[in-house]
């Protein structure tokens, strides 16, 4: 009589604690299938004017970071400023992909704020970010001179971030062939 019960208590104490598992983990931290593989290339409208387009294909050969952003995230508006000492002290080549945003809000951000961007591909309708597998804003992936994909990080670039993961990263890339 008492196994019986058992097996039902087993199964309910089971599925709790995949749910408190579950619960604990950040649904954005899934891993990249994307990591060593070729970046997908994009050809979306400038930010900065509509009516031409920005490419991938520009960055050929060069070691880069992709940021995907938007005015209505609050992470990116605290990112920002790292954003632009990575340009501005580290000399850094950033390309911006406006993601699901206003035109208008975005340019009025980067004039107030400054623009760490090399050009910004605007992606309103998410073309772009899909190919990339972006869950969330802001997410950041570095690209090879061969036009890999060699890391990537979702939330905000701070100090540590830069210093422990990515700057070591994008120093031993420079330097490969």
């Known amino acids: 009589m008492k196994a019986r019960f058992l097996i039902p208590l087993g199964g309910f104490v089971l599925l709790v604690i995949l749910l408190g598992i579950g619960l604990t983990m950040d649904p954005r931290d899934v891993p990249s299938v994307l990591i060593d593989k070729p970046a997908p290339g994009f050809?979306?409208?400038?930010?900065?004017?509509?009516?031409?387009?920005?490419?991938?294909?520009?960055?050929?050969?060069q070691v880069w970071l992709l940021n995907v952003w938007g005015t209505w995230c609050p992470e990116c508006w605290r990112e920002h400023s790292?954003?632009?000492?990575?340009k501005q002290r580290e000399g850094v080549p950033i390309v911006g992909l406006d993601w699901r945003?206003?035109?208008?809000?975005?340019?009025?951000?980067?004039?107030?704020?400054?623009?760490?961007f090399?050009?910004?591909?605007?992606?309103?309708?998410?073309?772009?970010?899909?190919?990339?597998?972006?869950?969330?804003?802001?997410?950041?992936?570095?690209?090879?001179k061969k036009g890999?994909?060699?890391?990537?990080?979702?939330?905000?670039?701070?100090?540590?971030?830069?210093?422990?993961?990515?700057?070591?990263?994008?120093?031993q890339l420079e330097n490969e062939a």
């Open 82 to 86: 790292f954003l632009m000492y990575l």
């Open 101 to 116: 945003d206003d035109a208008a809000d975005a340019r009025q951000m980067l004039a107030q704020e400054g623009d760490p």
């Open 148 to 171: 890999i994909i060699r890391w990537k990080h979702k939330g905000g670039l701070n100090p540590e971030v830069w210093s422990n993961e990515l700057k070591p990263l994008m120093q």
């Open 118 to 144: 090399l050009f910004v591909g605007f992606d309103p309708d998410s073309k772009a970010v899909m190919d990339w597998g972006v869950y969330g804003a802001p997410e950041t992936f570095l690209i090879d």
């Open 43 to 61: 050809t979306l409208p400038d930010l900065h004017n509509l009516e031409q387009t920005v490419s991938s294909d520009a960055m050929q050969g």
